[in-house]
């Protein structure tokens, strides 16, 4: 934390969850470019392997990216062999995208990358300090998300 930073400004929520999110970002973006990803590929990747196939439509919604991005992401996936797309029995405008069996390895692979770099990111905290933050940022996003 900037040691110039006035005492208000360091004892605001926001203001340190502004700046912790900065370090966040850039913490998992170098280790996505190291494992020659996008946090929008581990995004759709995670989401696949939770709940199965699904419409590209309900990606962009499960995972908030927009729909053009979800595009130009599945595009990327698909060709790196990690998802299949396919058309819709039940509606032919629609695409169904389906994991393959690389992109469930690919998957793995970015989660374990996700997992350092959390690691790295809170690695001040206990694992009860991280549980607990989690537990308090969720409790915050679920408010303002109308959940």
């Given at each position: 934390?900037?040691e110039?930073?006035?005492?208000?400004?360091?004892?605001?929520?926001?203001?340190?969850?502004?700046?912790?999110?900065?370090?966040?970002?850039?913490?998992?973006?170098?280790?996505?470019?190291?494992?020659?990803?996008?946090?929008?590929h581990?995004?759709?990747?995670?989401?696949?392997?939770?709940?199965?196939?699904?419409?590209q439509?309900?990606?962009g919604?499960?995972?908030?990216?927009?729909?053009?991005?979800v595009?130009?992401?599945?595009?990327?996936?698909?060709?790196a062999g990690?998802?299949?797309?396919?058309?819709?029995?039940?509606?032919g405008?629609?695409?169904?995208?389906t994991l393959?069996?690389?992109?469930?390895?690919?998957q793995?692979?970015?989660?374990?990358l996700v997992?350092?770099?959390?690691?790295?990111?809170?690695?001040?905290?206990?694992?009860?300090?991280?549980?607990?933050?989690?537990?308090?940022l969720?409790?915050?996003?679920s408010?303002?998300?109308?959940?």
């Open positions: 934390m900037d110039q930073a006035p005492s208000v400004l360091k004892e605001t929520p926001s203001w340190l969850l502004t700046q912790s999110a900065m370090h966040a970002h850039r913490i998992i973006s170098e280790a996505f470019a190291a494992g020659g990803a996008r946090g929008y581990f995004r759709l990747l995670a989401t696949l392997a939770e709940f199965g196939p699904a419409s439509a309900s990606l919604r499960r995972t908030g990216i927009d729909r053009s991005d595009v130009a992401a599945i595009n990327e996936l698909a060709a990690f998802v299949d797309r396919s058309p819709d029995p039940e509606d405008r629609r695409n169904i995208i393959t069996t690389a992109g469930k390895r690919q793995k692979r970015l989660a374990e997992r350092k770099a959390q690691d790295e990111l809170f690695a001040p905290l206990s694992a009860a300090e991280r549980d607990q933050l989690s537990r308090l969720g409790k915050v996003l408010h303002h998300d109308g959940g």
